[in-house]
């Protein structure tokens, strides 16, 4: 989860979010940030990646921010499976990540996972790598 500011903008449209956070640091960070924002119905763990400690089919939307990019061998793979794991059968990936154009394997390792690629769109920044 990071700071907590995707949990903080998906928290109104929200029933529960819960982030995951490897790092104490940032999720004592995430969890001051949305404390202070005065916003209800979330939950930051500790937390890999690839070992989620969530049940099977658990979540309508799993965002994995800034995990694939840094992410090297099966790791990615790793990673993408245990987000395939929790979620729901009509559940959505969302992957807002660096990456650059020119990396076209992750569509690949989309497919090997199941997920269709919608809609790709990057975002707006000093360079076209989001």
Request: charged content about 25%.
């Amino acid at each position: 989860c990071g700071s907590g500011e995707v949990l903080r903008l998906l928290l109104p449209q929200a029933r529960l979010a819960i982030g995951t956070e490897s790092s104490g640091h940032r999720r004592q960070l995430a969890r001051a940030r949305l404390r202070q924002a005065g916003t209800p119905r979330w939950s930051i763990r500790d937390a890999e990646p690839a070992r989620l400690p969530f049940g099977a089919g658990a979540f309508d939307l799993v965002i994995l921010q800034d995990v694939l990019a840094p992410a090297r061998g099966g790791e990615a793979q790793a990673i993408l499976a245990d987000a395939v794991r929790v979620l729901g059968p009509a559940g959505r990936l969302l992957l807002p990540d660096r990456i650059l154009p020119t990396e076209g394997e992750l569509a690949g390792r989309l497919a090997a996972s199941g997920f269709p690629v919608n809609r790709r769109q990057w975002l707006p920044g000093r360079a076209p790598d989001r």
